[in-house]
T-cell receptor, first 114, second 113 residues
């Protein structure tokens, strides 16, 4: 059973371009969470999704950021018109159910905006 | 301090010594988890302790939880150089409509050979 798979591991984008980050949860997990980690800081919650539904996006910036978890395929975190401040590590986690269990994290995607 | 705040921010010890890290939080929780992150890598889940538990062991790890003080501690016994990493506590709050983990800023542990 492969762990949470994120790709790409590293992504470089110029200001104004779009960034697409992918996350395939562990087999059997239907709950996906995205977190952002700025340098020297802890992870900050962005969004929680189940298949085809956004459950909680309270941590997502109101503009330029969107997330989806389609019925088929990986979850996608999309950042439009990237700016330097978007440079961070973006982690995806999955769990088999909501609440009370550990979340398993992927290796992260390190986004650098130049 | 913010929810899930670790203390100290950095800790340096000799191999073989014990390392203790503390975490404080503000709101009520369902459970508290500890994660390890090696430099530039993802998070590895270490241990989960539920709000009705006071102590839990896993190998060289010992976690305590004091809900009256809203604090937890992670003890790593007989440390090894390979334990060098950042350690984060994360709380899972019962409030709100969805499960999300709130992380502290971490303790950077360095174990010197």
């Amino acid at each position: 059973n492969a762990g949470v798979m994120q790709n790409p591991r590293h992504l470089v984008r110029r200001r104004g371009q779009e960034a697409r980050l992918r996350c395939s949860p562990m087999k059997g997990h239907s709950h996906v969470y995205w977190y952002r980690q700025l340098p020297e800081e802890g992870l900050k919650f962005m969004v929680y999704l189940q298949k085809e539904n956004i459950i909680d996006e309270s941590g997502m910036p109101k503009e330029r950021f969107s997330a989806e978890f389609p019925k088929e395929g990986p979850s996608i975190l999309r950042i439009q018109q990237v700016v330097r401040g978007d440079s961070a590590a973006y982690f995806c986690a999955s769990s088999p159910m909501e609440g009370g269990t550990e979340a398993f994290f992927g290796q992260g995607t390190r986004l650098t905006v130049v | 301090s913010q929810q899930g705040e670790e203390d100290p921010q950095a800790l340096s010890i000799q191999e073989g010594e014990n390392a203790t890290m503390n975490c404080s939080y503000k709101t009520s929780i369902n459970n508290l988890q500890w994660y390890r992150q090696n430099s530039g890598r993802g998070l590895v889940h270490l241990i989960l302790i539920r709000s009705n538990e006071r102590e839990k062991h896993s190998g060289r790890l010992r976690v305590t939880l004091d809900t009256s003080k809203k604090s937890s501690s992670l003890l790593i016994t007989a440390s090894r150089a390979a334990d060098t990493a950042s350690y984060f506590c994360a709380t899972d709050s019962p409030s709100g409509s969805a499960r999300q983990l709130t992380f502290g800023s971490g303790t950077q542990l360095t174990v010197l050979p």
